[in-house]
T-cell receptor, first 113, second 112 residues
Framework: ETGVTQTPRHLVMGMTNKKSLKCEQH?????MYWYKQSAKKPLELMFV???????ENNSVPSRFSPECPNSSHLFLHLHTLQPEDSALYLC????????????FGSGTQLSVL | GESVGLHLPTLSVQEGDNSIINCAYS??????FIWYKQESGKGPQFIID?????DKRQGQRVTVLLNKTVKHLSLQIAATQPGDSAVYFC???????????FGAGTTVTVRA
């Protein structure tokens, strides 16, 4: 158990659906992250929040919308996704501001039909 | 392009032998490096990290070596066990900020 919990573990959605991914960390960390992991590709950073403020938006399409209501919770709202968005979405947290190790959740395996 | 890479996508190791997983990086400004292990159905798990002011760091059964001259990072696993079967990622932080740059991973399979 890493202290970072993601729900749901699996999600299948149509291209017109709206869904949300949830992440919660129990480590008292100040920074939270969304990464995308596709087969045969390196992890791609999507968003970073530090003290509930977004500090990084890595050229992610607007059909992905993050939300960080407090330092323990992070959401990724999904809307009109494409089949190529199918991937494992990983949430992570870290103590503070960069240059330090991340603690990852188990991810949400997303399939877009 | 990708700044961090691994030399081999797969590695097969006999149980009990030592494993060496290699990683090359291209950004000489990187000052922090991490190794992660990812088992099937799980997220990446931190193994060990090293900063650029060191060239070697040891953990439990693992050693990370950093050669800044040739921009090479390696992870050594002693007495490899079946539970070590996983995908191993190296990552670097070239800017000292939030952006860890990950390699594509090496899949390690331990033979009984």
């Amino acid at each position: 158990e890493t202290g970072v919990t993601q729900t749901p573990r699996h999600l299948v959605m149509g291209m017109t659906n709206k869904k949300s991914l949830k992440c919660e960390q129990h480590l008292g960390h100040n920074a939270m992250y969304w990464y995308k992991q596709s087969a045969k590709k390196p992890l791609e950073l999507m968003f970073v929040y530090s003290l509930e403020e977004r500090v990084e938006n890595n050229s992610v399409p607007s059909r992905f919308s993050p939300e960080c209501p407090n330092s323990s919770h992070l959401f990724l709202h999904l809307h009109t996704l494409q089949p190529e968005d199918s991937a494992l979405y990983l949430c992570a947290s870290s103590q503070g501001g960069g240059n330090e190790k991340l603690f990852f959740g188990s991810g949400t395996q997303l399939s877009v039909l | 392009g990708e700044s961090v890479g691994l030399h081999l996508p797969t590695l097969s190791v006999q149980e009990g032998d030592n494993s060496i997983i290699n990683c090359a990086y291209s950004n000489s400004a990187s000052d922090y490096f991490i190794w992660y292990k990812q088992e099937s159905g799980k997220g990446p798990q931190f193994i060990i990290d090293i900063r650029s002011n060191m060239d070697k760091r040891q953990g439990q059964r693992v050693t990370v070596l950093l050669n800044k001259t040739v921009k090479h990072l390696s992870l050594q696993i002693a007495a490899t066990q079946p539970g070590d079967s996983a995908v191993y990622f190296c990552a670097e932080n070239p800017l000292g900020d939030y952006k860890l740059s990950f390699g594509a991973g090496t899949t390690v399979t331990v033979r009984a």
